[in-house]
């Protein structure tokens, strides 16, 4: 039988009976068609999954009857990605894949070349977008555990943050021939990492030497192509996701 899952970031416990989100209850009586007695799964976002039973269904609100804890998990190992957004109408998906990646953190890059611009309203509206696409990825790809998605912010100023968070400060650079290693041998499985993607006219070089300064590691995808933003944060989270010997978590009780 499927398995119909439902994000509810909120509080819950064994024999609660709680109202499900307006889109989330409508997603799964209109759509998925789903009524009384349904089993279903509820994601909080933050490392659990309870297994609910459907207890009322209308057309517009539902009304769900929690279980018990059906799987549990630590958070993963530190993934930031820090990436300057592009012009692309495909930029949102490049986000909903990264999650699906194992994205852990997601803050857009103030660059010299960067290209789209946002900041006050227009930036918690792309924010809240982009939550919502996350909510959908972790569903889909049964990930327990919701991204962290911040403002805008600048590129020295991030470098500071990242190091105050004792993450590896891994930064994409376009080609083979310039001696970086590869980022899939230089990154062990447990490292907390956060990989740096530029903007599409790439880094300048004030900014090559502001990562030198600050300690950042200069690693490569290992192709000689010149990749678009998207398909290298993707393709480097892709590596990093795929490191030996990370294990997997067991369930919870």
Known sequence: MREYRCFVPEAQAEGQTLSLPAEEARHLVQVLRAGPGREVLLLDGAGKEWAAQVAEAG??????????????????????????????????????????????????????????HFDGPRAAKKLERWRRLAAEAIKQCER????????????????ALAEGHALRRMVLVERLREGAPGLAGAAAAGDGVCLY?????????????????????AVSLGTEAVLRTGTAALAGLAQLTAQPNQGSYPPGP
């Open 144 to 159: 327990l555990w919701l991204p962290e998605f911040h403002p805008p912010i600048g590129l020295a100023e991030h470098l």
């Open 197 to 217: 993607v530029g903007p599409e006219g790439g880094w300048t070089e004030g900014e090559r030497k502001l990562f030198a300064t600050m300690g950042a590691e």
């Open 59 to 116: 057309r517009r609100a539902a009304t769900v009857r929690v279980m018990g804890i059906s799987r549990q998990t630590p958070p993963p190992p530190p993934r930031w990605l820090a990436c300057a957004p592009t012009k692309s109408a495909q930029f949102d998906d490049v986000v909903q894949q990264a999650v699906e990646l194992g994205m852990t953190a997601f803050h857009p890059l103030r660059t010299e070349r960067t290209e789209v």
